[in-house]
């Protein structure tokens, strides 16, 4: 990971072409743009939205973004109607992708030089997104770049698996209720002490939905205006307050409510007075309802995490003959169960935790060269989850 240093160049460009370009940019705004070759690596390419109002007059946020398998227009359609309404300027690598590192910087440094060398990019608003995979390049990413703005992290965390109670940058997370890293995004989420939003969805391992994305550029939008990266605009800042208190549930008492309400308390401090919010998440807090659902939780991801532990201590078990047959049995009983759990007819949190399990088991045996557990695996595939 010490060769990430090296992407630490994003937003670096010639003031020569910078000025040239700038001026006589002919890619078209409004538009989404498929393959965008960089000017200085005919190799490297990425998607591009340019909001329809982009000109070189003035500096633009821009998002850095990467998909697991490298299409950058799949993502790009998720960014685009957040990136239009705020103006911001998105690019798609369509070289990053899962795999070596080295792939993967050289997709981070062409793009971010060939963008900064094309359009005036605000340096103080510079985020970075992604899923899966990409989800932790754009972490590894804002980690070895100075003054990053903020990570929309879609269902994956940090490439280097440390566990963190600040980062320098506001993260927007997103987890499926059936996706195996579901677990992953909850420890950030609990650890981090610094600004991050955790929204989860009813799905699988999926890219966030369009309508997920412009509450995460949303969040940023309040996030720069509190750090003072984007001049305040009290009027954004009542739109996106109206719209996140017309969605909390004011009549009900139990964690999903106790959550928004506390979340519009910490997102609007400073830009709007939200004494009524934080009293009621504070009241709300003590209730033995919400109280008994935190447990609950807890006590869930606990055995998650015990359950996970020992399908990879007996998948460890299966290169040793002595252990083989002994693994193999418990792995045999482990997939049953859970595949008859997440075949169940009621969306349940063991149903969901099932899932999540048993599609990590799956793909995480994929490529097993034990002949016998592969074959235990192929009788217990399930449909793929998704939104």
Same mark, same amino acid.
């Given at each position: 990971?010490?060769?990430?240093?090296?992407?630490?160049?994003?937003?670096?460009?010639?003031p020569?072409?910078?000025?040239?370009t700038?001026?006589s940019?002919?890619?078209?705004?409004?538009?989404?743009?498929?393959k965008?070759?960089c000017?200085?690596?005919a190799i490297?390419?990425?998607?591009l939205?340019?909001? !329809?109002? +982009?000109?070189?007059?003035r500096?633009?946020?821009v998002? +850095?973004?990467?998909?697991?398998?490298?299409?950058?227009l799949?993502?790009?359609?998720?960014?685009?109607?957040?990136?239009?309404?705020?103006?911001?300027?998105v690019a798609w690598?369509n070289?990053?992708r899962?795999?070596p590192?080295?792939?993967?910087?050289?997709?981070v440094?062409?793009?971010?030089?060939?963008?900064a060398s094309?359009?005036?990019?605000?340096p103080?608003?510079?985020?970075?997104?992604?899923? !899966?995979?990409?989800?932790?390049?754009a @972490?590894?990413l804002?980690?070895?770049?100075p003054?990053?703005?903020?990570?929309?992290?879609?269902?994956?965390?940090?490439?280097?698996?440390?566990r963190?109670?600040?980062l320098?940058?506001a993260?927007?997370?997103?987890?499926g209720?059936e996706?195996?890293?579901?677990?992953e995004m909850?420890?950030?989420?609990?650890?981090?002490?610094?600004?991050?939003?955790l929204?989860?969805?009813e799905?699988?391992?999926?890219?966030?939905s369009?309508e997920?994305?412009?509450?995460?550029v949303?969040?940023?939008? @309040?996030q720069?205006?509190?750090?003072?990266?984007?001049?305040?605009?009290?009027?954004?800042a009542?739109?996106?307050?109206a719209?996140?208190?017309?969605?909390?549930?004011?009549d009900?008492?139990?964690?999903?409510?106790?959550?928004?309400?506390?979340?519009?308390?910490?997102?609007f401090?400073?830009?709007?007075d939200?004494?009524q919010f934080?009293?009621?998440?504070?009241?709300?807090g003590?209730d033995?309802?919400?109280r008994d659902a935190?447990r609950?939780d807890?006590?869930?991801?606990d055995?998650?995490?015990?359950?996970?532990?020992a399908i990879?201590?007996?998948?460890a078990? @299966?290169?040793?003959?002595?252990?083989?047959?002994?693994?193999?049995?418990?792995?045999?009983?482990?997939?049953?169960?859970?595949?008859?759990?997440?075949?169940?007819?009621?969306?349940?949190?063991?149903?969901?935790?099932?899932r999540r399990? @048993? !599609?990590?088991?799956?793909?995480?045996g994929s490529?097993?060269?034990?002949?016998?557990?592969?074959?235990i695996?192929?009788?217990?595939?399930m449909?793929?989850?998704?939104?």
């Amino acid at each position: 990971m010490t060769a990430l240093a090296a992407w630490a160049i994003l937003g670096t460009a010639t003031p020569a072409r910078a000025q040239r370009t700038f001026a006589s940019s002919d890619l078209p705004s409004g538009q989404s743009i498929a393959k965008v070759v960089c000017l200085d690596d005919a190799i490297q390419s990425y998607a591009l939205y340019l909001p !329809s109002g +982009y000109a070189p007059n003035r500096a633009w946020p821009v998002i +850095y973004a990467f998909d697991p398998a490298g299409r950058g227009l799949n993502p790009i359609d998720r960014y685009q109607a957040a990136a239009e309404k705020y103006g911001y300027i998105v690019a798609w690598s369509n070289n990053s992708r899962n795999g070596p590192w080295t792939v993967i910087e050289a997709a981070v440094s062409a793009m971010t030089k060939d963008v900064a060398s094309r359009f005036r990019i605000d340096p103080r608003r510079t985020y970075a997104a992604g899923m !899966s995979g990409g989800s932790r390049a754009a @972490l590894a990413l804002g980690l070895s770049v100075p003054d990053m703005a903020g990570v929309m992290a879609s269902s994956a965390g940090y490439a280097d698996g440390k566990r963190r109670k600040e980062l320098p940058f506001a993260v927007f997370e997103t987890a499926g209720t059936e996706d195996f890293n579901y677990s992953e995004m909850r420890e950030i989420d609990r650890d981090l002490t610094t600004p991050h939003l955790l929204a989860v969805f009813e799905g699988g391992h999926i890219w966030l939905s369009p309508e997920l994305a412009m509450d995460a550029v949303e969040w940023m939008e @309040l996030q720069a205006m509190k750090s003072g990266r984007k001049p305040r605009d009290q009027a954004e800042a009542d739109a996106i307050y109206a719209t996140r208190v017309a969605r909390v549930a004011t009549d009900q008492v139990d964690q999903d409510s106790w959550l928004a309400t506390k979340a519009i308390a910490e997102d609007f401090a400073g830009l709007k007075d939200v004494s009524q919010f934080t009293a009621k998440a504070t009241v709300m807090g003590k209730d033995k309802r919400v109280r008994d659902a935190i447990r609950t939780d807890l006590k869930r991801d606990d055995e998650e995490r015990q359950t996970r532990q020992a399908i990879q201590v007996a998948v460890a078990s @299966l290169a040793n003959s002595n252990q083989h047959a002994d693994a193999l049995k418990q792995l045999s009983q482990r997939a049953k169960t859970l595949s008859e759990t997440a075949a169940g007819p009621t969306d349940t949190p063991e149903r969901r935790m099932a899932r999540r399990v @048993l !599609s990590e088991m799956l793909m995480n045996g994929s490529t097993t060269k034990d002949a016998e557990y592969g074959a235990i695996l192929k009788q217990y595939r399930m449909a793929r989850p998704g939104r």
